[in-house]
């Protein structure tokens, strides 16, 4: 797959800090493996809203609906 260059800005202090432990760590696979997880996390919390709204236009069960359905698969074992 093709990649592209994203550019940001950090402190000057935390750039110096990085590059003192350049030979331990390679920042840019750090960088892209917090960013693939935190768009994975994001993406999840979008597919629970999307799922929350969708579950408050269900209309109500009827009541007693939970137990006869309890009864239905007890029964059927």
Not at 12 to 18: D, F, G, T
Not at 31 to 38: A, N, P, W
Not at 48 to 67: D, N, T, W
Request: aromatic share 4%; no cysteine; glycine share 4%.
């Amino acid at each position: 797959m093709p990649s592209v260059t994203v550019t940001f800005r950090i402190p000057r202090e935390l750039k110096q800090r990085m590059d003192r432990l350049r030979g331990r760590v390679n920042w840019s696979e750090e960088v892209r493996r917090f960013i693939e997880k935190r768009v994975e996390e994001l993406e999840q919390e979008e597919a629970i809203e999307e799922l929350e709204k969708l579950i408050e236009q269900l209309p109500p069960a009827p009541r007693g609906a939970g137990a006869a359905l309890v009864r239905e698969d007890r029964d059927s074992h």
